[in-house]
């Protein structure tokens, strides 16, 4: 006779719809912990989608030189990762990468401590990385 698996619906205790249940408010999230998140991210992907979340995460995204002091700038195709890398970042132009280097050092506000840029360095970013 083969065993049988009680199902979800069954063991859940009356209560919200699983709707509500997964609806979170990521605006809320304490600095700390907004922070270890977009320390997760990848600088491209800080700078390309993280701000538009929410008006926190966008703060955070600009306005935090902790996240901009160990800066890697490359495209996903530079990157040797077994993981499939989001359509809006997987290939990159050099001018584009360049862009975001540069705004990456910007928003070192001067701690920038280290800079990968495979692709992304022009005499552009060399001076702010200099300046800095």
Excluded at 6 to 12: G, L, M, T, W
Excluded at 19 to 35: I, K, M, T, Y
Excluded at 94 to 100: E, I, M
């Amino acid at each position: 006779m083969a065993a049988t698996v009680p199902s979800p619906s069954r063991n859940r205790t009356e209560g919200p719809p699983l709707e509500e249940e997964a609806a979170r408010d990521w605006a809320g999230l304490p600095w700390d912990a907004l922070l270890a998140v977009l320390h997760r991210l990848d600088h491209v992907d800080v700078l390309m989608g993280a701000g538009q979340v929410c008006t926190p995460w966008r703060l955070a995204a600009r306005n935090e030189p902790e996240l901009w002091r160990r800066v890697e700038v490359r495209s996903h195709a530079d990157r040797r990762s077994h993981v499939a890398a989001p359509s809006s970042t997987r290939r990159h132009s050099s001018a584009v990468l360049c862009g975001l280097a540069r705004a990456a050092v910007r928003r070192a506000a001067g701690q920038c401590e280290a800079f990968c840029g495979e692709g992304a360095v022009d005499d552009s970013v060399l001076s702010l990385l200099a300046d800095a």
